[in-house]
């Protein structure tokens, strides 16, 4: 097994070999997009969607990239990257980046990018027993919704609540409603109702999101994606959280307010289920 090995522009490098300058866009200014993706039993999961995120994401920093909307020539990029790695399960981290060149205006559109697999382990995390709120911040411009290469409010509140002894934070937006936890999207279960924070409060398109918001509906749930007041996060039944690696990761506490998991593992069971 060697998961030191990359995928630069589709060519085999080693992680130990540079393959950035320091003139890089992406360091210099953020200016980058990535996707974080789950490999395992020789499929990649939700290609199609990480796929489509990431071709919109291009589109709308004016990026161009060969093949960027080709979901099969990025499967077999992956298929070939943990081959190569030795790894039947990975976590998959796909970062595009535009060309040196410029200040901000950059000088030219064109991108390359770099794709890495990561080990996984052998137990996803299914539950965060200890949660807090950070007024972080968070932007709700029309770049929110994008995976770009600048997290620094996700940054800070992961140092915040790593030394207040939390497994995660509640991340707010510049407007004081809830955007989302760290690395995740967030939900509420209010009876019957799921609720999600509408994509111009400030959270990523996760693709993990959409499945939710989908099997939600299918389970005869109603579904509200809208603004959320972080009053609203102490009355909920359940609070659980979502992304593409750990899937749906239930909140046990929030601050002093415990919560149930059953809505949670119900869907959980239900997305396993229509795999």
């Avoid at 790695?85 to 030219?108: K, S």
């Avoid at 007041?229 to 102490?234: K, S």
């Avoid at 959280?241 to 909140?251: E, H, K, P, Q």
Wanted: net charge neutral; proline share 3%.
């Amino acid at each position: 097994m060697n998961p030191s090995i990359l995928l630069v522009n589709g060519e085999i490098r080693s992680s130990e070999e540079p393959v950035l300058s320091s003139f890089n866009r992406s360091f210099r200014y953020g200016d980058g997009l990535f996707e974080t993706m789950y490999w395992s039993d020789g499929r990649l999961w939700f290609a199609n969607d990480h796929v489509a995120r990431l071709n919109e994401g291009l589109g709308v920093l004016e990026m161009t990239l060969e093949k960027c909307g080709d979901t099969a020539y990025w499967t077999e990029q992956v298929k070939l990257l943990t081959a190569r790695a030795g790894l039947e399960r990975a976590r998959i981290r796909l970062q595009v980046y535009r060309n040196e060149g410029g200040l901000y205006l950059p000088t030219e559109y064109a991108a390359s990018w770099i794709m890495e697999a990561g080990l996984l382990p052998e137990v996803l995390v299914r539950e965060k027993r200890r949660v807090m709120v950070l007024d972080a911040q968070v932007d709700s411009g029309p770049l929110s919704h994008l995976k770009t290469c600048n997290r620094l409010p996700q940054v800070w509140a992961a140092v915040k609540a790593s030394k207040g002894g939390y497994d995660d934070a509640i991340l707010l937006n510049g407007k004081g409603r809830v955007a989302e936890a760290i690395s995740s999207n967030l939900f509420l279960v209010c009876g019957n109702r799921l609720v999600t924070p509408a994509i111009g409060e400030g959270c990523v398109a996760g693709v993990m999101r959409k499945q939710v918001l989908v099997w939600g509906k299918e389970l005869g749930m109603e579904t509200e994606e809208r603004g959320v007041v972080p009053d609203e996060l102490y009355d909920a039944d359940e609070i659980f959280l979502t992304n593409a690696i750990s899937g749906i990761v239930s909140v046990r506490t929030l601050v002093n307010r415990s919560y149930r998991a059953t809505k949670a593992d119900l869907i959980r069971q239900h997305g396993l289920s229509n795999r």
